[in-house]
């Protein structure tokens, strides 16, 4: 084919040798498609806007003398200088849309479509939470909807649906536990809770007014139910515990400690974080438990936001159900869906702990979250666990050959693989090697927990990832992990390649810049 | 069900016979050995259905969707803690950018800058718009952070007793209670009277040395407008610390901010800019306070920082106060935060800048203005505020809770009631609630004029 190339060389000039990338530098400090950004303090102005409003009707204004006549400080860009903004900085960020997301205890997940088209209907995204009840009866109902899928897949009786993130869920769980002792004139000083459990759980306990005690784990990664046994007594108000635990395995003794812990007089509270590795294939109401939360954002894959928001749902057995918290969504005998606030609560739910939050909860996310449910179905759900924990089980075993697997050797995992840094040398660890992956395009896994383990590395591909891309994934930590045992110098100043290389935390803590202040010479410059 | 028709599980029956014996197992079964066998389920949960497709799931969710009234379709007046703005169409683009929504907290943070960079302006706008000197990454929104703040105070001042505002969101009340409950604080509060007048001279006499905080709420629950200066001067000689709670930040376009009048910490809900009305949530947690304090706020705080070659660059900071390493001794228990609305509320600000922030406050505010003159014109409709930003309260002269149902009925969404606020206070049952956004238009008052003309008669 002729092509009129006018000028334009149409092939590689042979034999051009390379330079190294280190040699290369750029007028602007940018590398192609990798660009900085600078704030909009340094590019905005505060008289440049992007909206145009029309013009206000021209009457007195009734702000009691009270206007803002000093400069606010905030600048604004146009439309297109604000898409560019952050178009150009959320290519900094790394996301379950760029790549497998191996982050262990967090469950990401692909985040499917439908769900954000479904919460965008205006019949969801806009009503007001305070509308006479007549007008929201579908929202109503899409609660009482998502209400029924939880508890049948928990196998609990009731659900709280306020609570407004994972951690928000414990503290709705513990507060329940409290409501229900202090009801029984019995109120108990401590909660027990596993050296290996999520930081949360010791800070919910105490947030509401426990002692909190730890139980040892025993040599295989689990709670030694005999010293639970031996520590629990009339001062123990429960026990909070993760199952699938931290250590990414299940708990085989649930139902014994429950049972233990209930003939002792206490309660039990479950995190629910790790439900994914079980979700249709077990139901936590089965193992004896009072109280589990669950995360949306990570078993039902409402998006995680770069840090929410998230939803946390709490299941609540029988002896637990009278207590939970307002508001709560009751089908009448009529068909209709009534909400039951603090107005109603006497007749209706007068043991109630109280509210939570305003309003009703995460709807947002509630809507998300029922999409992919009945996308799953029952069956589906079946499969999501299965396939988590099949893929979490062969990145195990494709690795435990390089890598130490502290529990490896007692048996299967559950949805996440855990290994420590056993083995590293010239004084590398995990840190290293997590930098190391993101050179290699990846997130890394959780680093340095559980505590239990010396340098663990929790990885969770989740149940979206296919065989290619786990493969893919193996072979980059598999070569990253023996780089880490050969002592490879060159990991200890990883990422190379990333917009950033490692940032300087502990600058960052001593002079804390939380917000951007005005460079001195140029304030000068405008005096 | 057919195993390779589930569209969001990519495995496929080889891959997952392939895998197994990777692994040395028969069955998918043998890796469930660890649950007891009385507790595993052999078949799909029951009275659940099976998997559906796209199609089907629209199709359910859409019926869902139409039985609700939306506040786009009618004339709307509800406000109360969530506020109807425009929301841009560029915020929704960029907030559904997958390296935003599908992204975690920025736990690694060369690759998470972008995040990062936004939580930073984020939070120099939240500062400067209340007037201090910092602000955190979000809450989970404005009742939970109104609470966060009163213990704070009570970390700050060693004391307990917060004083809440008549005017505080009665939902925001009902939190703190609910809280107070387990940590025993002790919280003085009273519900409002149909004044035109707020409690500022009955909180400014109740001020002690054992008060930990003064709670006021600005604008009001009922759109009232005080100067909270004098409480900030009486709360300083006290040691004790003024907290302001700001439910419609969009007022801070047009009325001085709570920090320039003296409050200690400010504290709201972020909703107003970006995030929509999503039936109550999620929405997002606004909180600052002066620096001094810094060190005993709670949730995730993003700070500037250097990499190793000397480039800026931003970071999470300040974790020794947070859950993950105190735990038991942490200022809270939070987690996840509201990152996504954070964004939204950031990048719709963004596009506003202080011109169009100013712009669109006063738009509200001359709107409210002037259909609060419409509606009180009305015979038997009495307007309480004296001064208002965009929502006032109506005194009518029959309880006004019959009244929205019956109008709701009629596709006109009049405003919120006191007695669906305030169900235990039968001398509030006639006020109604009335927010006027830049999205009313003149034929939206009209018909709510009418309507109540007719209500009312």
Redesign the interface.
Known sequence: MNMLSEGRPTKQEENLTMPTQDAITTHTGNRALMV??P???ET????????D????????????G????????????S?AE??R???R??????????GL?P?GS?T?K???R?N???A?????????????M??????L??IH?LAE?LK??TGMPAVAMSP?????G??CGI?AI?SALEARGDAREVILVPESA???N????????YK?EDIPANSNGRVDLEALKARLGPDVAGVMITNPNTCG????DM?AISDAVHAAGGLVYCDGANFNA?V????PG??GVDAMHINL?KTFST?????????GPVVFSEALAPFA?LPIVEKMDNGHFHLI???TAEEHHSSS?????????????F?RA??Y????????????S??A???A??I???LDDILEAPFGKS??C?HEALFSDKGFTNGLGTLDL??GM?DEGY??MTMY?PLVVHGAMLVEPT?????A?IDQFVGAFRSVAERAKAGDELLK?A?HF????????T???RK?????TEPEDFAEAAE | MKEDKMRYLPLTPEDRQSMLATIGAQTVDDLFVDVPEEARLTGPVQGLPMHAGEMAVEAHMKALAKKNHAAGDMPFFLGAGAYRHHVPASVDHIIQRGEFLTAYTPYQPEIAQGTLQTLFEFQTQVARLFGVDVANASMYDGSTACWEAITMARRITKRSKALLSSGLHPHYVSVAKTMAKFTKDTLVYDAPQLDAATDGQRLLDQIDSDTSCIVVQYPDILGRIDNMAALAEKAKAHKALLIAVVTEPVALGAIMSPGEMGADIVVGEGQSLGVGLQFGGPYVGLFGCKEKYVRQMPGRLCGETVDAEGKRGFVLTLSTREQHIRREKATSNICTNSGLCALAFTAHMTLLGEKGLRQLATLNHKKAVQAAGRLSAISGVKLLNDSFFNEFTLVLDKDARPIVRALADQRILAGVSLGRLYPEEESLAHGLIVAVTETVSDEDVEALAVALEGALA
């Open positions: 900085d950004e704030l909009i303090f905005g102005s505060p008289d440049r806007s992007g909206v409003l029309p013009d206000a009707p021209e009457v007195e204004s009734r702000l009691g009270l206007d803002r006549k000093a400069p606010i400080g905030v600048p604004g860009l439309e604000m898409v903004h952050y178009t900085l959320s290519r900094q960020n790394y996301a379950i849309d760029v997301f982050l967090c990401m692909h985040n499917p439908l954000e088209k479904m965008r209907l205006k019949g969801f995204a806009d009503i007001h939470p305070m509308q006479p007549e007008s929201v009866q579908g929202a109902e899409l909807e899928w049948l897949l407004k993130a994972g951690a928000h414990e503290l507060l409290r999520h930081g949360t010791p800070a919910t306990a105490a947030f509401a007014g909190v395995l299940f708990e085989p139902k079980i249709g294939k077990v139901r089965d193992l954002h998006p995680h936001g770069g840090g929410g928001p998230g939803s918290p606030e603090e107005e702990f109280g509210r939570m939050v305003a309003f009703h909860g995460q709807m947002g996310m809507t029922l999409t449910m009945l996308s799953h179905g029952a069956d589906g759900l079946k499969q999501v299965e396939d924990v099949l893929n089980n062969y195990l075993r494709s048996g299967p559950m997590a930098k993101i997130h890394p927990f149940e979206t990832e296919s065989k891309a100043s990422p990333a917009p950033r290389h490692r940032l300087d935390e600058q960052a803590a804390p810049a939380l917000v951007w």
